[in-house]
T-cell receptor, first 114, second 108 residues
Framework: EAQVTQNPRYLITVTGKKLTVTCSQNMNHEYMSWYRQDPGLGLRQIYYSMNVEVTDKGDVPEGYKVSRKEKRNFPLILESPSPNQTSLYFC?????????????FGDGTRLSIL | GIQVEQSPPDLILQEGANSTLRCNFSDSVNNLQWFHQNPWGQLINLFYIPSGTKQNGRLSATTVATERYSLLYISSSQTTDSGVYFCAVHFGNEKLTFGTGTRLTIIP
């Protein structure tokens, strides 16, 4: 089944403790991205990747890192999480950023930073 | 960047009613998607519809690209239709831009 898989689905952690949210897609998609969703602010893009080893900042990249060493994986890294990064996070992928193809979203990861 | 507006922001309906949700966008797009965010937060892909009309069961969508709007129709609403409906648009290599959503509540 074609899908985008995020892990974990839920995480409660403390300020400053490094964490990684994994994202994997099995559709051989070139384009992957991360969004965060906050009440009143909608979904905002954090980082995106147009292909392996190519990443770029979205609208709200501060406090996050990403890597794209393989086509299928695009982990989101919070080196020193802070409470303002408490949010619902989504990973998405599509065939390419230029394609007339839909973006597919993972089920979301709900992060709480205490 | 592209502006995306959705209306109405909130809609409360009795089970069995029909509804129409609207999405207006400010510029040409080559990708328009409708999503349903369920109470568990999952974004469910409903339609990929940059133009034309599509139907899937009780749901259908129409996009008139030249007039920069899209409509999502839900017929014979069920309580499981409750949640927030988002449209999102994309042009060229720009990011997917989401509308502010319509919160739909279906009352039994």
């Amino acid at each position: 089944e074609a899908q985008v898989t995020q892990n974990p689905r839920y995480l409660i952690t403390v300020t400053g403790k490094k964490l990684t949210v994994t994202c994997s897609q099995n559709m051989n998609h070139e384009y992957m991205s991360w969004y965060r969703q906050d009440p009143g602010l909608g979904l905002r893009q954090i980082y995106y990747s147009m292909n392996v080893e190519v990443t770029d900042k979205g609208d709200v990249p501060e406090g996050y890192k990403v890597s794209r060493k393989e086509k299928r994986n695009f982990p989101l890294i919070l080196e020193s999480p802070s409470p303002n990064q408490t949010s619902l996070y989504f990973c998405a992928s599509s065939l390419s950023s230029y394609s007339n193809q839909p973006q597919h979203f993972g089920d979301g990861t709900r992060l709480s930073i205490l | 960047g592209i502006q995306v507006e959705q209306s109405p922001p909130d809609l409360i309906l009795q089970e069995g009613a029909n509804s129409t949700l609207r999405c207006n966008f400010s510029d040409s797009v080559n990708n328009l998607q409708w999503f349903h965010q369920n109470p568990w937060g999952q974004l469910i892909n409903l339609f990929y519809i940059p133009s034309g009309t599509k139907q899937n069961g009780r749901l259908s969508a129409t996009t008139v690209a030249t007039e920069r709007y899209s409509l999502l129709y839900i017929s014979s609403s069920q309580t499981t239709d409750s949640g927030v409906y988002f449209c999102a648009v994309h042009f060229g290599n720009e990011k997917l831009t989401f509308g502010t959503g319509t919160r739909l509540t279906i009352i039994p």
